[in-house]
């Protein structure tokens, strides 16, 4: 029995449980990188024209209406600070880091539970009407994390209304809008040109798969709040090898199509394969990654990752993410014979 809990060596570990881009780093940020590695030796420039004029080509938003920061989760903070919420809604299951951020700012946190029944997809006029008053702050990712599922724009605008009706600000995290095909058709930024009450949040982490630059940018038309960032916030927190980078890579058009080709074909390929088990209940994915429950008497998500393990395959276990339990599992989508190997593995313990 012991050989059975023995790494096997021959397989590398791939990290099924981070949600990056198979395509790993962008050429063009190791260029950027190799050939200005002297910028160390000064510090960044405080206005970092270069940079915000390449977010604003690759969202089409205009320069006043850009927040950069060093990671979603600087971003949070920063949103929390500022708009000092009282009560906050976040969807259950949800991103976890969220209430942590919250109710480290003495935030009270309510949840809204999605319906498995419903495949988690959430009902918006439902969602609505159970608002309660003294609600200052919504907090969503656009698709979510980790269901895959993503709201249509008609239903954020909606949400927008009742929550300018409401006095209640809006964060939405697009962390993985650019996995969704044609995901120009749901990002909200077009919504800031109407809503005050909206702030955007996006990273560079998970779709050019480059977490270490840590960078994220927030989008939002609220010149008084913008005025409260430019105050508060340090005028070079951004590395200058990150932002020489993230420069490049916003440019980098074969590698943003190729990364959108691949994982539209894997997403495909994987739910058709893994939707022949009867053990296994698919939650259709929108982004790079999709949910999974277990149906198989006794095989929790504890005995699945640990027979993974042994392949090098790391999965996500979903027991102490709220609304769902140790039946559940969340993987990315990554290379073609990555997920053949993954795929193979967990069904044959299915």
């Known amino acids: 029995m012991a050989s059975k809990n023995l790494r096997i060596e021959k397989y590398p570990t791939v990290l099924y449980n981070a949600n990056l881009n198979p395509l790993g780093i962008p050429d063009s940020v190791k260029t950027a990188i190799s050939e200005n590695i002297g910028s160390i030796t000064k510090y960044p420039d405080i ?18 209406r850009i927040v950069m920061g060093n990671g979603s989760a600087d971003l949070y903070k920063l949103f929390a600070s500022l708009l000092k919420p009282k009560k906050a809604v976040l969807l259950s299951p949800g991103p976890m880091e969220y209430e942590g951020v919250l109710t ?52 954020i605008k909606k949400l927008l209304e009742a929550c300018v009706e409401r006095n209640i600000f809006l964060i939405l995290d697009e962390m993985y809008i650019e996995f969704v095909d044609d995901y120009s058709d749901y990002t909200a930024i077009s919504l800031t040109d109407e809503f005050n009450n909206l702030a955007i949040i ?10 270490g630059l840590r960078f994220a940018y927030a989008l939002m038309n609220n010149p008084s709040l913008m005025t409260l960032v430019d105050i508060t916030t ?21 590698y943003i199509e190729e990364g959108r080709s691949m994982i539209h074909t894997e997403r495909s390929l994987v739910y058709l394969a893994m939707s022949t088990s009867k053990n296994l209940k698919l939650f259709k994915p929108e982004a790079n990654y999709m949910l999974a429950k277990l149906l198989k008497e006794d095989v929790t998500s504890g005995v699945v990752a640990e027979h993974c ?35 193979n593995t967990i069904l044959e313990i299915l």
Request: charged share 25%; hydrophobic share 35%; with cysteine.
């Open 234 to 254: 340090t005028k070079n927190n951004i590395a200058s090898l990150t932002a020489l980078a993230c420069s490049a890579m916003f440019k980098d058009e074969k």
């Open 309 to 343: 393990n042994q392949r090098g395959i790391i999965i996500r276990r979903c027991d102490n993410i709220r609304g769902l339990s140790n039946q559940f599992i969340r993987f990315c989508f990554m290379n073609p014979k990555q997920n053949d190997l993954m795929v």
């Open 104 to 155: 480290s700012y003495k935030c009270k946190v309510d949840y809204y539970s999605l319906s498995e029944e419903d495949e988690f997809v959430l009902d918006m006029d439902t969602f609505i009407s159970k608002l309660k008053k003294g609600v200052d702050l919504i907090m969503i990712s656009n698709p979510n994390n980790p269901t895959s599922k993503l709201i249509p724009l008609a239903d």
């Open 47 to 64: 206005y970092y024209n270069n940079l915000k004029n390449a977010v604003a080509d690759y969202t089409g938003m205009t320069l006043d």
């Open 202 to 211: 996006r990273s560079v982490s998970k779709f050019f798969s480059v977490p």
